[in-house]
C-alpha cells in the first residue's frame, strides 16, 4: 500500500478542491443557502463577528406609478429597505490518521479521492450546523408566544390524534401560507424519518437532479427533504408524538467556507503509539452559516467552541441555545417556519 508521506503532494490536491464544497448540500442545491461575496470579503479578512447584511424583498401589493405629460409631476423612487444581523464564523478543522485514509491510498488517484471525500465532509458539517441552528431558532420561537405565533403552525395534540392533526399535504399548504409568496415551493423541509415515510406513501415525493456531477435529491413539493433523527424533530414518543418539521425558503441562510491557514497539512508524530509513531492529514475550515434576519448574540465567553482554555466558535450545543439568538427584523421577512404535526 501507498503510504500518505510518499503520495502527498498539497499543491496537487488542492487542484482537486472544488470552489464552493457547500455546493454538495441539499440546503444549497435548493437555494437556502446563498452566498454574497461582500461575506466572502469580509471573512477573508479574518473578522470572527460582524453585520450579516440583508436586502427586504419589494412589496408588490403597492400600486405602480402611472405616466403622464405633466413636466412638473415629478415620481418618487421607492425605497429599497433593508439592515444586518449579527453573525460569527466559526473556525473548524478535523485531522484523519492514515489508518482512516487507507481505502483513499488503495485507489488510482488517492489525491483526488481524499480531496473528494474532504468536500463532502465539510459540505455535511455545513448541513448540521444549519440544522443546530434551526433548533437554536425554534427554541427561541416556541418560548415566546409572541413570535411562536408568527413563525409555528401547531396542529397536533398530544392525546387521541386526529387525521385533522396529522402530517399531511394539507397542514403543508397551511404553515406555507405564513410565508410571502417567493419564500414559497422552494428551499428545503427538515422532518422526522417517518414523516418522510408518509410523505413517500402518499406519492408526493420525486427525484430531481439540480447538476449532473451531483446525486438526485428528494423534493416534496418544491422542498429538499432532509431527514433527522433527533430529538429536534420529534417530541414525545408513543401514537401521539408530535412532529416537528422545519421549512427553510430560499435564500433563509448565507453561507460561505473558505480553507483554513495550512489546509491540508500532514503531521507525523514520533513518540505515539508506543513509539510506532502515525501520521494525519489535517484539513481547515472558516464557515458562516448564519440565518438571515436572525441575530447570533454569544459573547466569547459563553461559546464551547474550542476548549476549556479558550473557544473561537460556536458550537452546535451554542448554536441550540434559545437565549443565543433575536429576531433581526419582522418575522414576515424571514423564509424559516415550523410546523408541528401528529403522525
Keep these: 500500500m501507498a503510504r500518505l508521506r510518499e503520495v502527498f503532494n498539497r499543491d496537487v490536491m488542492l487542484s482537486y478542491a472544488i470552489n464552493q464544497p457547500l ?37 408588490t401589493n403597492l400600486e405602480s406609478n402611472y405616466g403622464n405629460t405633466i413636466y412638473t409631476d415629478i415620481a418618487q423612487p421607492r425605497e429599497i429597505t433593508g439592515g444586518s444581523t449579527r453573525g460569527r464564523v466559526a ?37 448540521h450546523r444549519a440544522v443546530a441552528t434551526l433548533y437554536g431558532i425554534r427554541n427561541l420561537v416556541m418560548n ?55 410523505m413517500r406513501k402518499q406519492a408526493l415525493v420525486e427525484q430531481v437532479t439540480t447538476s449532473d456531477n451531483l446525486p438526485p435529491i428528494t423534493v416534496y413539493n418544491g422542498r429538499a427533504v432532509i ?22 425558503g430560499a435564500g433563509a441562510f448565507v453561507a460561505d467556507s473558505q480553507q483554513g491557514v495550512d489546509d491540508l497539512e500532514i503531521a507525523r508524530t514520533a513518540d505515539t503509539g508506543n513509539g510506532a509513531g502515525h501520521t494525519a492529514l489535517w484539513t481547515r475550515r472558516n ?30 450545543t451554542d448554536l441550540q441555545n434559545k437565549d443565543y439568538w433575536t429576531l433581526g427584523t419582522d418575522a414576515e421577512r424571514t423564509s424559516i417556519r415550523f410546523l408541528i404535526t401528529n403522525l
Design 227 to 248: 431527514e433527522v433523527n433527533s430529538p429536534m424533530t420529534v417530541i414525545g414518543t408513543g401514537a401521539n408524538a408530535q412532529y416537528v418539521s422545519y421549512l427553510v
Design 23 to 59: 455546493t454538495k448540500t441539499p440546503l444549497y442545491q435548493t437555494g437556502a443557502f446563498t452566498t454574497d461575496a461582500s461575506i466572502s470579503n469580509v471573512m477573508r479578512a479574518g473578522v470572527k463577528e460582524f453585520q450579516v447584511p440583508f436586502i427586504n424583498g419589494i412589496d
Design 287 to 316: 464557515m458562516l452559516v448564519h440565518p438571515q434576519g436572525f441575530n447570533f448574540i454569544a459573547t466569547d465567553e459563553q461559546l464551547t467552541g474550542g476548549t476549556k482554555n479558550e473557544a473561537l466558535s460556536a458550537s452546535w
Design 144 to 198: 415566546d408566544s409572541k413570535l411562536k405565533e408568527k413563525f409555528v403552525v401547531d396542529n397536533s395534540k398530544t392525546t387521541a390524534a386526529t387525521e385533522d392533526n396529522r402530517f399531511s399535504v394539507d397542514q403543508f399548504i397551511d404553515v406555507e401560507a405564513t410565508l410571502q409568496s417567493q419564500y414559497r415551493g422552494a428551499g428545503a423541509i427538515i422532518v422526522h424519518p417517518k414523516i418522510a415515510a408518509k
Design 91 to 127: 473556525y473548524l478543522n478535523e485531522g484523519f490518521l492514515e489508518s482512516r485514509l487507507e481505502r483513499f491510498l488503495l485507489g488510482e488517484s488517492p489525491l483526488a479521492m481524499m480531496q473528494g471525500m474532504i468536500d463532502n465532509y465539510w459540505a455535511q458539517q455545513a448541513e
